[in-house]
């Protein structure tokens, strides 16, 4: 069997169109770091939404511990990287690294057998519905207008997010202003989410959720921080809206302390960030041992085909810079469809490959 040559690293810095905020952070760029290990004549690819400091971190620790190693033993692999972290930690930018070298040794090993990643993982779906997710609270209304006609009218996307908790969440009549002309804008037969990103306070959350379901919101994301389990709990058992986190899920624990405390009820995973497809399957068995449907958090494309290969996915994020970023520096990129995502079979692996050229003008390492 062939072994795991060498992880080829790399790093892309790419500028937002405009100044970009949510109710908690600002950010004018997002940086993309890309893992390529080889094997058998072929390259896989992985990638995360991190920082530089995840590339070092692969290239330090990381590549030591999968080179060498036969392509096709992935449990083996991902062990060997977590336990080669160890002194790192595992949340945060160590889980990320890990996730970008573990994605792209499961493209590898499915280029190497010449199957789409969702054959090799076995499908229980032909394709995932998506909501198109942006709705940033530094857009004005017009440009607000102009992203929420984009997914309903020109994609046909029937579920839609928006940005509140503006300004740590002083600002809550100019949420509902935005909610209420998201609502006129995309109409009835839409479905209509919020995300706080943490922003609100405990009681202003429950207030805020009662206003927001005047609005037909249905879709409550991190209306207080997910560190507040207990808080979030509460949320979920006095409001008609879904309760959502679990974005910031780095291992399988995280998880499990999030469904044990009742705090959600959809969980939410990141294939980029809980350590990768090896991960992510983890979650979403955990998640159906609680009765949870699993949310794939941004990277539609990196989500494609593992949400395909899952039997308890409710939906994927079109998160409009991540849907951009992944057609500027990738080849492959699906767009979706009457509002669903559907990986093109023809191509091996996650259906991506590294557009060099066009991605040379983002690379900072």
Known sequence: MPEVEAVDVSVYEVPTTEPEADGTLQWSATTVVVAEPRAGGQRGLGFTYATAGSARLIEDILVGAVVGLDAFDLPRAWSAMVRAARNMGRPGLTAMAVAAVDIGLWDLKAKLLDLPLVTLLGGARDDVPVYGSGGFTSLDDRALVEQLSGWTEGLGIPRVKIKVGESWGSRPERDLERAALTRRTIGDGVELFVDANGAYGAKQALRMARAYEELG????????????????????????????????????????????????????????????????????????????????????????????????????EYFADHARIERLLFDGAVDPLGGRLRPDRSRPGIGLELKSSDAAAFRTR
């Open 217 to 316: 919101v249905c879709w409550f994301e991190e209306p207080v921080s997910s560190d507040h389990l207990d808080v979030l709990a509460s949320i979920r058992s006095t409001s008609s809206l879904d309760v959502a986190a679990g974005e910031y899920g780095y291992d399988l624990f995280y998880f499990k302390a999030m469904c044990d405390a009742g705090a959600v009820d959809c969980l939410q995973a990141d294939v980029s960030r809980c350590a990768g497809v090896s991960e992510w399957l983890r979650v979403a068995a955990l998640a159906e041992t609680y009765g949870l449907e699993l949310s794939g958090h941004c990277a539609p494309s990196l989500h494609l085909h593992p949400a395909c290969a899952t039997t308890n996915v409710r939906h994927l």
